[in-house]
């Protein structure tokens, strides 16, 4: 390496997880390698005049059959209609059908840096495969529990578990409780009594204050208290639960005796734990990669820290990094595009001898967030303080739960001719 190429360089990229983080990536490299500035940059990219342009093979892997649009969970495990459109199969993405771009599902369950290597564990024929690949892209996120996230792999099982879910809500006759007042209770609680109005809904919480676990100034989770009582959601704070027991009536109808440490008790026909215990997924990388709780080590142009065999080769973006600010998919859409800019500055610098990359670094992200809260919406960000009201709904959220924004944020309805990027949009 180190002269100038006769002709653009193919280079192998494999991203772990085809979601907000993944995706981003694949799509930025897409419009990279045909010689365009990233859709998602607000500068137009310098491209070298000796590598016009890069053969990107790229590869994704996930153990879904599709993009899914977790943001939407809430509202997708009480509403059939918009459950199917929350999960779209990878071979429905107008965006990403193209020669380049391949698909497996499946588990990646281990990569060895050194060799260059990424297992895959079929998620339907268990089928082993490795792959090989120049540069690795971790974008797999954090693992999440039922009810909080469907569980499925395909959208056909996924279609039958939210189905299961509605029909049991709708039956609940003695109400639904909804334990655990962090941003995805806040949500259940709210979208639900918004598309279940005749359901009593009860949001319980250990604490004093909604969200109590996040680094957010007290009027945030004051107006998303004010907010969530407005939605008409029962809501009892200072409430931890101490048991919730299944009892079974003679005529088969069952319903759930639940109590409190502070003696409270209620019945409920249905309980949803909705505390966040997530955990990484990032098991299948070697340790030296990632913190004690699993989250991947990374320097600020998103590849792997110093200490992993090729560690420049390897980046991280999304849930599963370790980085400051509160999980959000902006977030991880913009560490996808930014790791997008950063592995085509990596190949320059290996196919041009004189080039200096220049990355794109990502800087400390302080506390913010958007939460929607049935039919109003609350956001705080240091540069706005904290607001609601139904302009904030649109920004955020606009009547999808944010599926449209992000969808069309990653342009992945376009062909890749309609494609946006900053060349096309100022002409
Ligand atoms: C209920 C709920 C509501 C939320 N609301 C908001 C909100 O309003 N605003 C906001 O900004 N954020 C919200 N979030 C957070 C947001 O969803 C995450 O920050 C975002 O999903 C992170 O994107 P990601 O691409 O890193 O990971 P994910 O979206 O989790 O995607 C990871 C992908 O990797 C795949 N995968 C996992 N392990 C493997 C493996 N070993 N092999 C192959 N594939 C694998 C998964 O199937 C998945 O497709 C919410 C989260 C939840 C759960």
């Known amino acids: 390496m180190g002269s100038i190429p006769d002709s653009a360089p193919v280079v192998r990229v494999f991203i772990a997880g085809g979601s907000y983080a993944g995706l981003s990536a694949a799509v930025n490299l897409l419009d990279l390698g045909d010689g365009l500035s990233p859709r998602m940059a607000h500068e137009r990219y310098q491209h070298h005049p000796s590598v016009p342009k890069v053969k990107f093979q790229i590869t994704i892997a996930d153990e879904r059959d599709g993009y899914y649009h977790l943001i939407g969970s809430p509202l997708a495990l009480a509403d059939a209609e918009y459950a199917k459109k929350a999960w779209v199969k990878f071979q429905d993405i107008p965006g990403l059908q193209l020669p380049n771009v391949q698909f497996v599902q499946g588990s990646v369950s281990s990569v060895d840096c050194e060799a260059k290597t990424a297992t895959v564990v079929n998620s339907v024929t268990k089928e082993v495969i490795t792959h090989q690949y120049d540069y690795f892209v971790t974008a797999t996120g954090l693992r999440r529990v039922w009810p909080v996230v469907p569980q499925s792999l395909t959208r056909k099982q996924y279609l039958i578990e939210v189905e299961e879910q509605i029909s049991a809500l709708d039956g609940a006759k003695d109400g639904v409780v909804i334990v655990g007042g962090g941003a995805c209770g806040i949500e259940m609680a709210a979208e639900l009594k918004l598309v279940k109005p005749h359901l009593q809904v009860t949001l319980v919480h250990s604490r004093d204050k909604l969200m109590s676990s996040e680094p957010l100034p007290d009027e945030?989770?004051?107006?998303?208290?004010?907010?969530?009582?407005?939605?008409?959601?029962?809501?009892?704070?200072?409430?931890?639960?101490?048991?919730?027991?299944?009892?079974?009536?003679?005529?088969?109808?069952?319903?759930?005796?639940?109590?409190?440490?502070?003696?409270?008790?209620?019945?409920?026909?249905?309980?949803?734990?909705?505390?966040?215990?997530?955990?990484?997924?990032a098991s299948y990388l070697p340790s030296s990669a990632t913190d004690s709780e699993g989250l991947v080590k990374i320097i600020p142009n998103m590849s792997f820290e110093s200490g992993t065999p090729n560690a420049a080769s390897h980046f991280c973006a999304g849930d599963v990094t370790k980085w400051s600010g509160i999980k959000r998919c902006g977030a991880a859409m913009h560490g996808g595009h930014y790791i997008a800019y950063n592995i085509h500055q990596s190949v320059l610098k290996?196919?041009?001898?004189?080039?200096?990359?220049?990355?794109?670094?990502?800087?400390?992200?302080?506390?913010?967030i958007g939460l929607a809260v049935g039919k109003n919406a609350v956001a705080y960000g240091p540069d706005v303080g904290v607001v609601t009201g139904p302009e904030v709904m649109e920004a955020y959220f606009r009547d999808d739960l944010g599926w449209a924004i992000c969808w069309n944020y990653m342009q992945l309805g376009n062909q890749g001719s309609d494609v946006k990027t900053l060349e096309t949009k100022s002409s």
């Open 350 to 368: 290996q196919v041009v001898a004189d080039h200096q990359p220049k990355f794109q670094e990502l800087q400390e992200i302080p506390p913010m």
């Open 220 to 281: 945030c989770k004051d107006k998303s208290l004010d907010m969530v009582k407005e939605a008409g959601v029962q809501v009892l704070m200072n409430h931890r639960l101490a048991s919730s027991n299944k009892v079974v009536a003679p005529d088969g109808a069952s319903k759930y005796e639940v109590e409190f440490t502070n003696g409270h008790k209620m019945v409920a026909s249905q309980v949803i734990m909705a505390l966040s215990k997530s955990t990484s997924t």
